[in-house]
């Protein structure tokens, strides 16, 4: 028991790294409001395209989603990072991780997104319309709100998926949270670094974990 | 555009390193349906114990299904394959990519049944219980295959976000099909091996991104 | 009454796939008048009327409002000439994310471009003239059907439209709550409003009505004055339909 408390809770390792592990945390921060709030605005022109009239964007926002959300996140990430130098594209890790997540998330905003238009009834379209309100108008004001109220639950889930994802771009060497956190544990051969970084993700997390529980059980109620 | 062929679609490159490939996904294959198989049935018999209602045990439940809902998984990997050696348990990286994501799994399928199972009516828990099945036949006869159906759309979704993290046994010396291709690029200096990978998990999931498609446009449908 | 024509349907055809649904229609409303559409269901009644300011697309006809064809123009021009049309739904269709009175002042800031002020207190004198104002602050949700109906009326009626469509306003209440909205449509009569309305209220067709339309099949089949379809229907398709629905 003392040897798990020392190698996973050593309260004085933790003491040393927290400095390197606040850090990470604000790269991770960093991350996430570039990809979250580009994933937001992105994802809804796809899902806009995604619904549209016209055949060939329906058929381009599909076979983006489609694309993204099969591929692996982390084969993306490296697929951009490794991969495009190649082809004579240098861009940063930070520039990388961005790219490859926001192509990620976009299309798993755009599903939650189009699930919510779908939800709002058509009179609702209709009745704005005959107003006056032009197309975006109507969109904006009106149709918007409630299919984003319909769907917040799965807006916040995925935004936290997004949280967690920032954590592959240690893979990379981004010095983010967990990354740091893998310094700290080779340099003090002590897993306590990563332990206190679960604790972060934690901390950061739970809290819209049990919103997401709390949203569900509201809805189904 | 020829060079452009050459780095990323390089026939020979793409012929030496085949093998390797193949054998990643082998490697994903496997990985994969162990997660899938031991994440679900986790996941089910955790929501079924929580119907039973005991407080102490859905409090348990509960936090576990936090907490693995919250937790990024590489996080837990890393803990899991760096940590525990220094404390005398050795785990391979293949045991350890597939303990975190079941766990993972688990988590979110226990969240998914339970959801089912709390939108199952009350009436036909009583209507169960009220012609003498008892309350574990009409767990599993009456609210079981209800909540399933229920569940089933939502599941597909993260069966797939998560045997895709299969990926990140990359981090930890798995030799499933990313870490086969890094390899490769780097013996080959060529990107033509990631090219390779790339077209290998789209013809493992993105058929599976189609199904899920399909099962959720169909309870959609029938929903209205 | 002035001859003014308000609303004109100019030979208006409405195709769904291989299906004709209105089959060249032509119906002149004058200002002021109200013009009462009965009809089987099926013949085309809504279609005709969402035709009006193209919520459905029509195949080919015009359709003039105050002597301006919004058939022709951009899609700017559809979007102010639909200022000019109000429309009334079976379904009510309020924005249930907004209170009564931003229900109301929601077109008229973002279409008609009002200050805020202005839209309030127009939509304040609306409420008042459906008897809603004083649930002003209340939402959609909280709010009886007959209540929600005469707050769309209210919404339309704040834009200054010169015609007022209504499809089956009545359709979705219970009896009970139906006379506060026909009460409403009565008023707005005597205002000299102009009106096409699509309803199976006959009692208020008969005491309100200039003409009676009745469609089947895609055509207009008769037309006259309440009096006339009502007590000597011409054709032998009216005579059917009225004796059913009667009873
Ligand atoms: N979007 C559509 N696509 C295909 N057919 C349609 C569509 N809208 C209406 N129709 C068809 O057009 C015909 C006329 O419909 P409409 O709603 O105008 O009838 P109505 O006279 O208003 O009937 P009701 O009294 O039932 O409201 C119907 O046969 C209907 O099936
Ligand atoms: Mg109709």
């Given at each position: ?44 022109f ?14 381009i ?84 709100p ?31 949270l967990?990354?740091?956190?893998g310094m ?36 189904a109620? | ?12 490159v793409?012929a ?48 576990y ?99 895709k ?20 690029q ?12 790339v ?26 | ?40 269901s ?61 229900n ?124 006339e ?10 005579r ?8």
């Amino acid at each position: 028991m003392d040897i798990f408390i020392d190698q996973f809770f050593n309260i004085d390792i933790m003491r040393k790294s927290l400095p390197l592990l606040f850090k990470g945390l604000w790269m991770t921060l960093q991350l996430c409001s570039a990809v979250i709030l580009l994933g937001l605005i992105g994802g809804l022109f796809v899902a806009l395209g995604n619904m549209s009239e016209r055949r060939w964007l329906r058929w381009i926002s599909i076979a983006y989603t489609d694309l993204f959300r099969a591929l692996p996140p982390l084969v993306l990430l490296i697929f951009i990072y490794a991969g495009l130098p190649f082809a004579g594209i240098n861009i940063s890790p930070f520039a990388a991780v961005v790219i490859a997540f926001l192509l990620n998330n976009s299309s798993y905003y755009a599903e939650v997104y189009r699930a919510g238009l779908i939800s709002v009834a058509k009179g609702q379209w209709e009745a704005a319309q005959s107003t006056g309100l032009s197309p975006v108008q109507t969109l904006i004001h009106v149709v918007l709100p409630q299919a984003v109220r319909n769907v917040l639950p799965d807006l916040l889930s995925n935004t936290v998926e997004v949280v967690k994802l920032t954590s592959l771009a240690s893979v990379i060497s981004l010095s983010e949270l967990l990354y740091n956190a893998g310094m700290a544990r080779s340099v003090t051969y002590n897993a306590s670094p990563l332990v206190l970084a679960a604790l972060f993700y934690l901390v950061l997390l739970w809290p819209l974990v049990r919103l997401v529980s709390h949203f569900q059980r509201r809805l189904a109620a | 555009m020829d060079r452009f062929l050459e780095t990323f679609f390089n026939p020979v490159v793409m012929a030496q390193y085949t093998p390797d490939i193949i054998a990643g996904i082998w490697v994903t294959l496997t990985i994969a349906a162990a997660v899938i198989v031991a994440g679900i049935a986790a996941g089910l018999a955790l929501a079924c114990l929580r119907s039973y209602g005991i407080r102490a045990l859905n409090f348990l439940i509960i936090c576990y299904a936090d907490i693995f809902r919250a937790l990024p998984p590489l996080v837990v990997i890393l803990i899991l394959y760096f940590g525990f050696p220094s404390i005398g348990i050795q785990l391979s990286g293949p045991m350890v990519l597939f303990i975190v994501l079941a766990a993972t799994l688990a988590a979110f399928a226990e969240e998914i049944f339970w959801a089912g199972f709390s939108s199952v009516e009350k009436g036909q828990w009583e209507a169960g219980i009220a012609t003498g099945l008892g309350f574990t036949r009409t767990l599993a006869y009456v609210a079981l295959p209800q909540a399933v159906r229920l569940a089933l759309p939502p599941l597909v979704n993260r069966v797939l976000a998560i045997t895709k993290m299969t990926a990140l046994g990359s981090a930890i010396g798995v030799s499933e099909i990313l870490s086969s291709a890094t390899t490769a690029q780097s013996f080959s200096g060529s990107a033509t091996p990631l090219t390779m990978s790339v077209v290998a998990y789209l013809v493992i999931f993105l058929p599976m991104v189609v199904i899920a498609r399909w099962l959720e446009s169909r309870t959609a449908w029938k929903k209205r | 009454m002035a001859n003014r024509p308000m609303l004109e349907i100019v030979s208006l055809e409405k195709r769904f796939g291989p299906n004709t649904i209105l089959k060249k229609i032509d119906l002149k409303v004058a200002e002021g008048e109200l013009v009462f559409v009965i009809g089987p269901s099926g013949s085309g009644k809504s279609t005709m009327l969402r035709c009006c300011n193209r919520l459905e697309e029509p195949t080919s006809g015009d359709i003039i409002v105050d002597g301006r064809n919004i058939m022709a123009g951009t899609r700017r021009d559809l979007d102010r000439m639909r200022l000019q049309i109000g429309m009334v739904f079976q379904g009510f269709h309020l924005y249930p994310h907004m209170s009564v009175l931003k229900n109301v002042t929601l077109a008229q800031r973002k279409a008609l471009k009002r200050s805020k002020a202005e839209a309030d207190a127009r939509a304040i004198d609306m409420l008042e003239q459906v008897g809603m104002a004083h649930k002003a602050d209340a939402y959609p949700g909280e709010l009886s059907g007959g209540q929600q109906q005469r707050v769309a009326i209210a919404r339309s009626l704040a834009l200054d439209p010169k015609v007022m469509l209504f499809d089956e306003p009545t359709s979705a209440l219970d009896p009970e709550l139906v006379g506060s909205v026909l009460k409403v449509m009565k008023d707005l009569k005597s205002k000299g409003m102009t009106m096409v309305v699509v309803s199976h209220e006959m009692g208020f067709a008969r005491e309100t009505a200039d003409r009676v339309v009745f469609m089947d099949g895609g055509v207009v089949v008769e037309q006259g004055t309440p009096d006339e379809i009502f007590g000597a229907p011409k054709a032998e398709r009216t005579r059917t339909f009225l004796s059913r629905v009667s009873g």
